[in-house]
């Protein structure tokens, strides 16, 4: 879980700063509840769900203050940090429900959970269905109090002239780029260009590029800083997404805590996919139209699936892509007028992020 | 569409303007999905849904303003009252997703609309399965923008910070009424407490109370103004509810835009359904017990269910509850000092409210 992270100077004092906000605010809003007569399952999953995330953009929002030159670690940009991670539970509660994956993070996934909790008297559709009502208003719940988190984080009326903007960027950002997969999912094509912009926008933008913009906002950045940002952010998480896609596919379960069926069986449009499509022969091309995206996909498919996704190079064409990218983000840093102490973690965050195994 | 609006002096000036933030909005953000090569529908909905509301919410804001003094109509004001329809969108869409409801307005539903947009080349099931995931999506743009606009408005920072907090508070109040009412369909009980807690989150506190209280706010509004609001809005608010869950079943399709099927079939737990309970005999129970909430209900079986709610005297009995709760907001208004124009808004805005058919 803090594969990422370790490696950073202070970061651990971060994260435990950054989950006893969430978990204080969450404690308000389940007394609230309590009070209210309001039900308790809902504080009680985003609290299971943001317990256990990376908090990958927390440390991003604090990088791009110190990128910055902001100085310490103040508790409005640790508030701040801490509601990007109740925005990210919303975005993977809804992304589950969407891609309909059964497992989040090694525990069921939110509308699998609660499609249990209200199951008690209903079919098994009607549960399900109920399921997944309530995990999409968990969801804009998450949504809701992202923006709660971040109006009562105590920044002054210039901060939050700077933030919100960016913040707002930043949610139609990775909504569109989540339109654009869930449209294109089921049915990949050899549109490699089209499986790079939804990695930049549900991605390299929502994960790397607003999370750095936003602390540099904080920390009252001038445009070339928000710029300079960018020439780093959006190589290294175009190549994230492309490290996601491979181990979505050939990562060990245990280690990721999501089948590694999900992303074939789903046929995301992947640029691992669209390579693998445009290199196939015949009869792989064949394989892979009917069965990515196939709903029944069974374990000796997915196998014969990533056999192809080798065979034709594709998987290997896709780690050098990554190094490329990754190659393309530190050249960025070298020539970025950050203090030395933000670039050090922004190189460290590029290797724990692209050589990572969950 | 306006029966609420046309009895208010200048209403139908501020519906106009209302339309004109909301459509410039949407036009900006159609520009900028134009550019970055992004799918178009989700600006074509948003605007399809936004033209066709009462703008119930946006007439209370203004009248809380005026409530709290306030003078003339500024922009900022209505570019708020504006967020709050597209806030409304968002609500409107999730529901429909959670309902399975098949129109809204007239028109089909969003997941609807987009099933058969992107259905080509989809077996039936996989298409709902992506008209509902682009619907989540389209709901969750539209509570990300009715930020956007409630950020762009204009607001100071004094207002902007008296009134981020009462919009967070709307938001999680409507979404806990939903997830109350989500979690109780399908088995509706004698309990009407809880019916009765369903209505003042899910509609008293998020149409009535909090649209007036950020229209307060935005005039600087001292808290014995929000108490007097509150004593109006929570008893009307509830009749509000009461209203619509006749009209529900009772209304005219062709009228409200919606089945007079789908709350039966979906077995609301109201007021209606949980008097009729405790009032029906044994064959009535034996009949509300398997009809309501039954998926498959067809027409004769919901003309049957709509005897029993009438002869068990449910229906009437609501009837005397909205009579009930409309005078107790009138007396509220007879000892509130607000300005008498404000007063006089209050009044007519009551009485179209309760007495609608759509």
Known sequence: MTAVAADLPDAAALLTRVTAVLEGFLDDKAGGAGTLRMPLEVTQCLRDLAVGGKRLRPLLCVTGWQAASGRGTPGALVRVAASLEMFHAFCLIHDDIMDDSGSRRGAPAIHRRLALHHGQGRSTSAAERVGTSCAILVGDLALA???????????????????????????????????????????????????????????????????????????????????????????????????????????????????????????????????????????????????????????AEAAYLREILTATGARSEVENMIHSLRTQALRALDIASFPPFAIAHLRQLTDSALARTS
């Not at 923006?147 to 002239?161: S, V, W, Y």
């Open 145 to 299: 109090w992202s923006g709660e988190l971040l109006h009562a984080a105590g920044l002054d009326p210039a901060q939050l002239g700077a933030v919100l903007p960016l913040v707002d960027d930043m949610r139609s950002e990775v909504m569109y780029g989540q339109y654009l997969d869930v449209t294109a999912a089921g049915r990949p094509t050899t549109d490699v260009d089209r499986a790079l912009r939804i990695a930049r926008y549900k991605t390299a933008k929502y994960t790397v590029e607003r999370p750095l913009h936003i602390g540099a906002a904080i920390a009252g950045a001038p445009l070339p800083v928000y710029e300079a940002l960018s020439a780093y952010a959006l190589p290294v998480g175009e190549a994230f997404q492309l490290r996601d896609d491979l181990l979505g596919v050939f990562g060990t379960p245990q280690v990721t805590g999501k089948p590694a069926t999900d992303d074939l069986r789903e046929g995301k449009h992947t640029v691992l996919a669209a390579l693998a499509l445009q290199r196939a022969d015949r009869n792989q091309r064949r394989a892979l139209q009917s069965l990515l995206g196939s709903p029944s996909l069974d374990e």
